[in-house]
């Protein structure tokens, strides 16, 4: 079966732009996360959903971070007005349930000017 | 609070040498313990887990890691290391008592590279 996809693969996009980034989980996996990687860092947490319950966002650095997952498969993480300082590779990842192994997707690099 | 700690930014190592990657942790209660790796440009892989059993825990490609409880580490480790396991090294925990709070708890990460 397919693993983690992500779109796009990379993103370029202008300081105050809206952006919006694309996880489709593997097939059944009811937990899905968000994490951000800077370059040469650790993962950063932002949020997790699992099942229908309602989602952790803790790990969300501002307001203007916000994520949806539609029918508990895809997910959709969308910043506005972006800044430079969310440049960074965002990872989805998925797992059969909360606490289990992950298995992440290629990233998405967002590079904002 | 939960941590996870991997006390050596980079590790260095011949090929065909053994490599060790170390990581702590300090969580309560009994931890559920990972590894994962991230080749250059490629997305983090899953390598090993730890959950209940022999402490002893063998892995993808030929590595393994010990948990020791007293010493609340869970080392990576290879006995031969090839130049294709250069790579970042991610150690992650979670507690298995802690009722919601099951998210993984990450390291910064350990650079390995092994030199030919």
């Known amino acids: 079966g397919a693993g983690v996809s992500q779109s796009p693969s990379n993103k370029v996009t202008e300081k105050g732009k809206d952006v919006e980034l694309r996880c489709d989980p593997i097939?059944?996996?009811?937990?899905l996360y968000w994490y951000r990687q800077s370059l040469g860092q650790g993962l950063e947490f932002l949020i997790y959903f699992q099942g229908n319950s309602a989602p952790d966002k803790s790990g969300l650095p501002s307001d203007r971070f916000s994520a949806e997952r539609t029918g508990g498969s895809v997910s959709t993480l969308t910043i506005q007005r972006t800044q430079q300082e969310d440049s960074a590779v965002y990872l989805c990842?998925?797992?059969?349930?909360?606490?289990?192994?992950?298995?992440f997707g290629p990233g998405t690099r967002l590079t904002v000017l | 609070a939960q941590s996870v700690a991997q006390p050596e930014d980079q590790v260095n190592v011949a090929e065909g040498n053994p490599l060790t990657v170390k990581c702590t942790y300090s969580v309560s209660g009994n931890p559920y313990l990972f590894w994962y790796v991230q080749y250059p440009n490629r997305g983090l892989q899953f390598l090993l887990k730890?959950?209940?059993?022999d402490n002893l825990v063998k892995g993808s490609y030929g590595f393994e890691a010990e948990f020791n409880k007293s010493q609340t580490s869970f080392h990576l480790k290879k006995p031969s290391a090839l130049v294709s396991d250069s790579a970042l090294y991610f150690c992650a925990v979670r507690a298995t008592n802690a009722g919601n709070n099951r998210k993984l708890i990450w390291g910064l990460g350990t650079s390995l590279a092994v030199n030919p």
């Open positions: 990842a998925s797992s059969l349930s909360h606490g289990r192994e992950q298995f």
């Open positions: 730890y959950i209940t059993g």
């Open positions: 097939s059944g996996h009811t937990a």
